[in-house]
């Protein structure tokens, strides 16, 4: 493994799963705050190989761990090939850690990319030799774990409230909906009509219209995708990539604006 992927680093093990702190009002509004982690299990291997290839093409650092071995090594992913059940990765950081693969051919994998944790667990299929370095090649893992910290407050916005959005994916054709919820970082949605998007999906095109005047034009990328279809009801979540400066504060003072007005409808003894 070349030393400039040794030396980049992993962020910390990250904390439990979410627990919310959560507030109503009489309008039907609600406040909540996610303090800890939003997880989801990924078994669908089309959107897993989205996310692993994210990692590869960033050359994301990959943490390895073995059954009852203490010490972390580090690798990084080749190739990722889903219809062939099995993920390919480059030579372990140490000799050490690599004669502990031949012997144990079970590792757990934890890497993030985007301030997006990823984990999964993969058995050892085969080693191969490449220009003198050690390729592993892995099983495809079942199911991986797709976990964001959040450190904003999402408030729902009520009934009263309707801020309209237009999302576009790369065919280019429209689809039309509103935020049901909002935060600085991103929003949940509910669609006029459903849409065939997938989980870690990026649409190219995001449009929000706050006010006559303040339009915030940006990325989406979909982290929630909830489908009712006995009341063919669609709602996505998502984090808004892209946005610069202006459209950032103009976000932020939405968010404020929304707050304040919660506040003033909470009862007193509500926090």
Request: overall charge neutral; charged content about 25%.
């Amino acid at each position: 493994m070349p030393q400039d992927k040794q030396s980049q680093a992993i962020e910390d093990e990250v904390s439990p799963r979410p627990e919310f702190a959560m507030y109503h009002d009489h309008s039907g509004t609600t406040i909540k705050k996610e303090t800890t982690l939003n997880g989801e299990t990924i078994t669908n291997p089309i959107e897993s190989a989205r996310l692993l290839n994210k990692v590869r093409d960033k050359h994301s650092l990959i943490q390895i761990s073995m059954p009852g071995v203490p010490e972390i090594f580090f690798s990084a992913i080749l190739s990722i090939n889903p219809d062939s059940e099995y993920i390919l990765l480059d030579e372990i950081n140490t000799k050490h850690g690599h004669e502990l693969l031949l012997i144990h051919k079970k590792m757990h994998v934890v890497t993030k990319i985007n301030g997006i944790e990823i984990r999964f667990s993969a058995n050892l299929i085969d080693i191969n030799n490449q220009h003198g370095s050690a390729v592993y090649k892995i099983a495809y893992p079942e199911s991986i774990q797709y976990l964001q910290k959040r450190q904003n407050y999402r408030i729902n916005i009520g009934l009263g409230i309707k801020i309209p959005i237009k999302l576009k994916r790369e065919d280019g054709i429209p689809v039309y909906g509103h935020m049901i919820n909002l935060s600085e970082t991103g929003a949940g949605i509910e669609l006029d009509s459903p849409c065939p998007v997938q989980k870690a999906e990026i649409l190219p095109y995001c449009e929000l219209r706050i006010h006559e005047d303040d339009i915030i034009k940006c990325q989406l990328e979909i982290r929630y995708i909830n489908d009712n279809n006995s009341k063919h009801i669609q709602r996505i979540g998502g984090q808004f990539i892209g946005l610069d400066g202006t459209q950032q504060r103009i976000l932020s003072k939405l968010v404020i604006e929304l707050q304040r007005d919660l506040m003033k409808r909470l009862p007193k003894d509500a926090f």
